[in-house]
């Protein structure tokens, strides 16, 4: 993964994950690898429950991981012609009521 800025623009309001957004998450089993390589962690639960989106392009989510949650900054792709889905930082520790606000990788917990 390179060095990226988190990307300027109007974010969603935080949303409750839907089906769809469920879908997302779960579409790449590399993203839950990457995560748990990243936190050196073995999640038995990974349920995304709040998201905000830029673009249709750009998610940060908060994942239920059994205890905690984590916020995810995700991105995804499709300029190959396949739908590629990249994480791109992890912030671990949170609560259910923490803000989800966008960050950039150089600011995890």
């Not at 997302?24 to 839950?32: A, E, G, H, I, R």
């Not at 690898?33 to 709040?50: H, I, N, P, S």
């Not at 998610?59 to 889905?85: D, P």
Request: charged share 25%; net charge negative.
């Amino acid at each position: 993964i390179t060095r990226m800025d988190v990307p300027e623009g109007t974010w969603s309001d935080v949303k409750f994950v839907t089906d769809n957004i469920q879908e997302f998450v779960f579409f790449n089993y590399q993203v839950k690898l990457k995560v748990e390589e990243k936190t050196q962690k073995d999640f038995k639960e990974y349920k995304a429950v709040f998201y905000r989106v830029l673009d249709m392009l750009v998610f940060f989510l908060q994942v239920y991981v059994g205890g905690e949650y984590l916020h995810l900054w995700v991105i995804q792709s499709a300029s190959t012609g396949e739908l590629i889905i990249q994480l791109m930082g992890v912030q671990q520790h949170h609560k259910w009521d923490d803000p989800l606000k966008p960050f950039d990788e150089n600011n995890k917990c």
